[in-house]
């Protein structure tokens, strides 16, 4: 079985910052990408940002030039550094985790954010 963690969520202002983070941990064979995802309420659960374990990204549109994610393949983790907060980013932020050769997916929990303006 493996856990996934989000962790660093939060309130901040509007032009403001914060870093999440994501962990995954147990019976961990390979990870593949690994991302962030975000739902708001009445709303689709959409991409923020992916990474290969070779570290090609992909970004959310509306995201791009203000969130970078990044890796550490030893620890399992990931993190997404968002810069330039709007209120628009208020969301329930998810960690997938896609492992192995069939391509398995895990989702942690969700870290609350809200950007207040």
């Known amino acids: 079985q493996v856990r996934v963690v989000e962790s660093g969520g939060g309130l901040a202002q509007a032009g403001g910052s914060l870093r999440l983070s994501c962990a995954a941990s147990?019976?961990?064979?390979?990870?593949?990408?690994m991302g962030w995802y975000r739902q708001a309420p009445g709303q689709e659960r959409e991409l923020v940002a992916a990474?290969?374990?070779?570290?090609?990204?992909e970004y959310g549109e509306s995201v791009k030039g203000r969130f970078t994610i990044s890796r550490d393949n030893a620890q399992n983790t990931i993190y997404l550094q968002m810069n330039n907060l709007i209120p628009e980013d208020t969301a329930l932020y998810y960690c997938?985790?896609?492992?192995?050769?069939?391509?398995?997916?895990?989702w942690g929990p969700g870290t609350q954010v809200i950007v207040s303006s």
């Open positions: 147990g019976s961990i064979f390979s990870i593949n990408t």
């Open positions: 997938r985790v896609e492992t192995g050769k069939y391509y398995t997916l895990y």
């Open positions: 990474i290969t374990s070779g570290g090609d990204t």
